[in-house]
């Protein structure tokens, strides 16, 4: 009998140590897709069978003394904008619902290479933006805490999944907090890694210079193991940056005790007001984290609105310009909400995505300087626990300002941990943002705080 | 923006937008005028000032 729920580094000490089969695991997981899916509109497409020969090769493999690593015979699922061979890449629209890719997206293969079972293809908001939708081919995700409640977006089918079980860790991207919306609302470890860090290349785009692809997990270890698979250079992608990749897990062994930390807390106390919860919750986050010995001190930043601006004019023309021919030959073919939301894209001028871009430089070097002298910044991920899905405004990502597109415009690793939960039950969460490159730092703290608090003990009841 | 501003808006972009969906567009309009607003500093900005296309990347 293999528990609902493991943690990535959990199975892969049971898989190393021949305690527990790939093959265990994998049915496992299949069998809690069949119980529990049907509620949670997680995927839009499992891959049984692919999924069982992966786990029986993965078997073979370290049957033979060839175990490849903590991802050997892990199961996980794709956000359904990774390209995937020969089979269906959605996006989650009926735009794409025929698009049967001929290859694996870069990430994908680096995935499979570190031996990894793919499960299947997980529900995204339509083209990684527009959502909650419910006139799409596919129902949106529904969230595992609470099924009447929105999952967040646009990585929900990923948020959904993994704080179900139904997989142990997944992929997202992150063009103005799909990763770590979702992470929140679900109560995952989510992290968009640099601007450039994972390859794109074979990802289904929104916006090109805000687009970053990113693993979601339960625990900031799962992020670190998943990171180390994904993260590297790719010619393909032409952001893709050379860097050396440092051993993130390793990483996390070096606590938290002296890194500098700044908390941005005008943006949800004045410019995106955070219920009392969240609030509290992250007072008690930062009370955490002075008790393993950082410092923490307010700092202030140009108000929160500056930043969505400049992120979301950015993302709209850029998404407008991928679209902007399916647009015009059958627009009714997309869902209202992504539809809609381009319809305004086109109002923005060539002017005016200039000046975003301009002032994109500025906002850039403001946070380089506002960290001179620190390690982290952290700030709210959400401003509060998830609502619910029927009282998302088509408009919401415009008002009130959104508190991760900040870390979009300046491409800084940025992740959502999970700081307690609300009196129903529902997970909170705070965000943790580093230097560019740094994203070791960030996984170092969050695993710090992980370890220092219950919060990674409580799942979903199903 | 006026539905009237809308429609020729949508029209000159070639979109055939359903009708009963033009009102909530044509009033969420505002929020990219006040964008677009945020991204002009009072005075202007300095005519050297480049925009970033990507961030910069450390050396090696």
Redesign the interface.
Known sequence: MVADYLTIAEAARLIETRELSPVELVDSRLDRIARLDDRLHSFIRVLADEARAAARAADAEIAAGKYRGPLHGIPIGLKDIYETAGVATTGHSKVMQDHVPKADAFSVAKLRQAGAVVMGKLATHEFAFGGPSFDLPWPPARNPWDTSRFTGGSSSGTGAAVAAGLVLGGTGSDTGGSIRGPAAYCGLAGIKPTYGLISRAGILPLGFSLDHAGPMAWTAEDCAILLQALAGHDPADPASAKVPIPDYRAALQSGAKGLRIGLIRHFYERDNEANAATRQAIDGAAKTLEGLGCSVRDITLSPLADWAACGVTIMLSEAYAIHEANLRRRFTDYGEIFRDRMALAGLITAADYVQALRRRRELVDELDRAMADLDLVMTAAAPSEAPPIDQVPKFTIMNPPSLTMPFNVTGSPAMSVCCGYTDAGLPLSFQIVGKRFQDATVLRLAHAYEQATPWRQNRPQL | ?TRQELDA??AR??????ER?RD??AA??H??A???A???PPGG?DVS??????????E?
């Open positions: 923006m808006a949508l972009l070639g979109l055939d937008v359903p969906e909530d567009i969420a309009a929020f990219i006040e964008m677009a945020r991204l002009r900005r000032a480049e925009p970033a296309h990507v961030v910069r990347f450390p090696g």
